[in-house]
Structures are given as C-alpha cells and as structure tokens.
C-alpha cells in the first residue's frame, strides 16, 4: 500500500486510468449504444446478422495479432508505440463513420472492424502496463480504479450525446447521430494523450532479432502450446479457458444490449442512453468496491461472486416485461460488468509473467478475449433472427454457467496474501 502514495505514482495511476476514461467513448458510442442500431437499422436495412458478423471478424483478426504483437512489444519494450498505434487507428475509422449512410453496408463494416481491432489490440497494450504501475497487493483495486474511470467517461460521453441528439422525428435527427461517432473520436484520442505523454516504458534492455515480427509470431506458438503442456502455466491456461468461456456472455450483453432493449420493450434512442447511463454508473461503483474486496479476498473469489451475479441478471432478462423491471436489471448488470472486468485484469496479471505482460494480455484480451467474442455475438444474433430475443438471452447464460465451473479449478499464487 505505501506504493500508492507516492504523489508521483499516484499521478501515473490517474494517468493511466485516463485511457480507460478515454476508451469507453469508443465502447459505449460505436459496439453498444449508438452506432450498433444505426448500422443494423439504417445501414443494414434490420439485418442484425451482419453486425454480429462483423464484431466477430474484427475480435477474431485481433485474436489473431494480439498475442504475437504482444510478444513483438515485450521484446523490443515498445509497448506504448503498439497502444498508440492502435488507438490512432481506431480513431481516425471512428470519425470516418460519420460518412456511413443507409446501404453502404461493407464501408461500414470496413471501418468498424479497423476501428474495433484498433480499439480492442490497444486493450492489450494499456492492460500490460498495469504490473509496472503498481505492487501486486494492489492490482484489484487500480485495476478497479480504471475500470470506474471507464465508466465516468461513458457518463460522460453520454451526456454529451444526450445534449446533441434533437427528438427523433427531426429531419436533421440521422445527421446528429453521425455526428455522435465525431465526438467519440475526438474524445477518446483527447483523454488518450496524459497516458502517451506521462506514462513511461517500463525499463529493460531490448531483445535485438533480425526478424521481430517473425520472433513475435515464434514465441506466441510457443507460449500457446506451454499454456497446456507445461506445469508452470496449468492455473492461467485454466484461468484464460474460464476467461474465454463466461467472457462470451460479457462481450454478448455489450454488443446486443440496445437492440435488446429496442426490439423487445421498444425502447426510444434517448430511453435507451438514459438506460445505459444508468448501467453506466452503477459499474463505477461495482468497478470501486468489487476492486477493494479483491484485495481483501483474491480475484477468483471476486469473479464466482460476478459470475453469480451474472446468472441471475440473464434469468431477470429472460422473463422481463416492464421498462422498470428492466431497469432494475441493468443497475445489477452495470455492477456486475465492472467487477468482472476488473477482477479479471487482476486476476491474469497475478498470473502472467510480468516481463511477458504484453505477451500473456494478448492471449488474455486477444486470443481469449476478443476470440471469445467472436462466438457470443454471432450465436446471438443467429438464435435471435430465427428464434426470439429471449431465447437468445437464455443462451447466452450457459457461457456464465460453464465459466463459474472451469474457474473453480483455477489456484491463485501462494504468496500473495489477501488481507
């Protein structure tokens, strides 16, 4: 704890939560309010097949760079020129969508994809400085600390899209709702810039390789194959099995939240940011005190908990009928979002080797993370289309079950005492 109270620590802390602050924009904007329901209703003429196709191909092509750009980043300690690069990326294709209108269906996949795999791979690199802000006694609640900061700026990002959007039946109504993915860039690439300018690379001697790229791919194999042969990694590869199973349920509530909310209680566009502000703000609170009771009991008795939690909101879903009803299970979902989240990152950097960060959160937020968002979104929206919104939220609670089941089998390190 005396490391948190270093004022020079304490400010690289809040600096690094800033990116969280930043990040949600993007979140909240473009995968859950706001562009989701544009592109599937006026883009895609109500074809929520091809949204769900096209948040799986961007988490599965992240998948699929994250881990070996993780290794690449570790090896030539560039973590903060990948994060960067990354974040440019998806902030330039955000404001791009501005230009997306009603049938110009592969440009806007084209651009959220680029946008979602600068979005989710810089995840990778900003969750890999976490060892190296902290000590490992303090992972729950700093984790929790950017988590809850994520959340305020999805507050406030909503707040100022609350203030732009005119009523719906406006002719300029569609103009203001491209101009919401402008925002959203210009916000998030601000509130980036304190973590880019402040927050050093963690200290170490570049690897020289005459082929980084090709050594990158190379020791992401190799470390793959470890996680299941080796004994020394048994628990985390346990860990990211559970991670990828009940991480599908999360990245599906995300995703399909509001074309829940609009197809089944037929909520209005400011019903539905009025309900994602309330989700919003009860996840800076869960983020704060599930980030707090980590520390005190460890990680994965903080994620069976959530898990639980999990359960019982997908069960409330399921039978909802009244706009309050529905309300009241976003206040629990916004709480068990944070905490998961948040207890997660906690958990996986206990885990992973910290000179291997980079490495081992890009299997955690990419191969198992964003691949396992490739699974849930899509299973969704094709259980939706051909059945009901319901049966498809019913669905999506199996990933919670079978994650609380494989993470039971998952031991934290035994020197880390929990007081």
Partial sequence: MRLLKSPHTQLRIFNWTLFDFANTAFSVVVVTVIYSRYFTNQVAGGQRWL????????????AILSPPLGAVADSTHQRKLYLILFTVASVVCTSLLYFVQEGMILLGMILFIIANIGFEGGIVFYDAFLPTITSRTSYGRVSGYGFAMGYLGAL??????????????????????????????????????PLFLTVMEPRGIPCKVSSPFSNGFRQAKQTFVALFTDKQFTHLGRFLAAFFTYNNGISTVIVFASLFAADTLHLS?????????VVQTSAIFGSLFFGILTDKIGPKSTISITLILWMGIIAGAYFVQTVPWFYTIGLAAGIAMGSSQSASRSLMALLAPKERGAEFFGFYNGLCGKASATIGPLVYGFVADFTTERTAIAVVGIFFLLGFVILQRVKEPESIKFV
């Fill in 51 to 62: 949204w769900g196709l096209a948040v799986s191909i961007s988490m599965l092509l992240t």
């Fill in 269 to 277: 566009d400011i019903d539905i940011i009025v309900f994602f502000t």
């Fill in 156 to 193: 406030a990002v909503l707040l100022i899209i609350y203030l732009l959007l005119p009523p719906s039946l406006d002719p300029g109504y569609l103009f203001h709702i491209r101009i919401s993915f402008v925002v959203a860039a210009l916000f998030f690439l601000v509130f980036s810039l």
